[in-house]
């Protein structure tokens, strides 16, 4: 079982100068590897159809509306699903979580795992990378203590990659900005209609967006 983490927007509190309104994770799931480098190779062929370099990156906030539809249909054919969590940073209280970017990035993702905790076993996680090796090895620490348990293990390794490495952290980064922008009221939820079938649960803290399948 691979994971794979991304976000949109980012872990500032300066709201209303400079920093977003919210803050987006989402969790992309494979339960099969043949089926993960299916995708992954989709995605590498889609650059060649437009003309792009090999590594070249998609990245959804950068892509114009032609390109995140032509990627969107080119990725749904795979079986994956997601689950992702959108904090509304203007209803956040915790002073740790507001004055410390690493705490709450960690905290972001324990929630979203905490979801789709029952979903997942033994899974090999995979990140964006961000922060220095102190952080990477913190926030691997902290996941695999918080989900695991001695009756199972949710997560068996945490890794970082750059994204642009990783073609399968950029579909992570399609998914948190097409949540984060269906949140915001963008595009009437067309991108998002687009992948509802991969959508299993997406959940506003601490206000809930009830949009869960079983």
Same mark, same amino acid.
């Given at each position: @079982?691979?994971?794979?983490?991304?976000?949109?927007?980012?872990?500032?509190?300066?709201?209303?100068?400079?920093?977003?309104?919210?803050?987006?994770?989402?969790?992309?799931?494979?339960?099969? /590897?043949?089926?993960?480098? $299916? !995708?992954?190779?989709?995605?590498?062929? /889609?650059?060649?159809?437009?003309?792009?370099?090999?590594?070249?990156?998609?990245?959804?906030?950068?892509?114009?509306?032609?390109?995140?539809?032509?990627? #969107?249909? $080119?990725?749904?054919?795979?079986?994956?699903?997601?689950?992702?969590?959108?904090?509304?940073?203007?209803?956040?209280?915790?002073?740790?979580?507001?004055?410390?970017?690493?705490?709450?990035?960690?905290?972001? !993702?324990?929630?979203?795992?905490?979801?789709?905790?029952?979903?997942?076993?033994?899974? #090999?996680?995979? #990140?964006?990378?961000?922060?220095?090796?102190?952080?990477?090895?913190?926030?691997?620490?902290?996941?695999?203590?918080? @989900?695991?348990?001695?009756?199972?293990?949710?997560?068996?390794?945490?890794?970082?990659?750059?994204?642009?490495?990783?073609?399968?952290?950029?579909? $992570?980064?399609?998914? $948190?900005? #097409?949540?984060?922008?269906?949140?915001?009221?963008?595009?009437?939820?067309?991108?998002?209609? @687009?992948?509802?079938?991969?959508?299993? /649960?997406?959940?506003?803290?601490?206000?809930?967006?009830?949009?869960?399948?079983?």
């Amino acid at each position: @079982m691979l994971v794979f983490i991304d976000e949109s927007g980012d872990s500032g509190f300066k709201l209303g100068r400079g920093s977003s309104e919210y803050f987006t994770v989402a969790l992309v799931v494979f339960n099969d /590897l043949d089926e993960a480098n $299916a !995708c992954d190779s989709r995605i590498q062929l /889609l650059k060649r159809e437009l003309g792009k370099p090999e590594k070249w990156e998609f990245h959804f906030k950068e892509n114009s509306n032609k390109i995140r539809e032509q990627f #969107i249909k $080119a990725v749904t054919k795979y079986e994956f699903f997601y689950y992702s969590i959108v904090i509304n940073k203007k209803n956040i209280y915790s002073e740790n979580l507001s004055s410390n970017k690493d705490s709450f990035y960690k905290y972001t !993702c324990s929630l979203v795992f905490e979801n789709a905790k029952d979903k997942l076993d033994n899974a #090999i996680v995979l #990140i964006d990378e961000s922060g220095n090796n102190d952080f990477r090895k913190s926030l691997s620490n902290y996941l695999k203590k918080r @989900m695991n348990d001695y009756e199972r293990k949710v997560i068996k390794k945490v890794k970082m990659q750059k994204s642009h490495t990783n073609n399968l952290l950029q579909l $992570a980064d399609y998914i $948190a900005g #097409i949540i984060n922008r269906s949140v915001l009221g963008k595009d009437e939820n067309e991108f998002r209609k @687009m992948i509802s079938e991969r959508e299993i /649960l997406v959940q506003i803290w601490p206000q809930h967006l009830g949009n869960k399948k079983s």
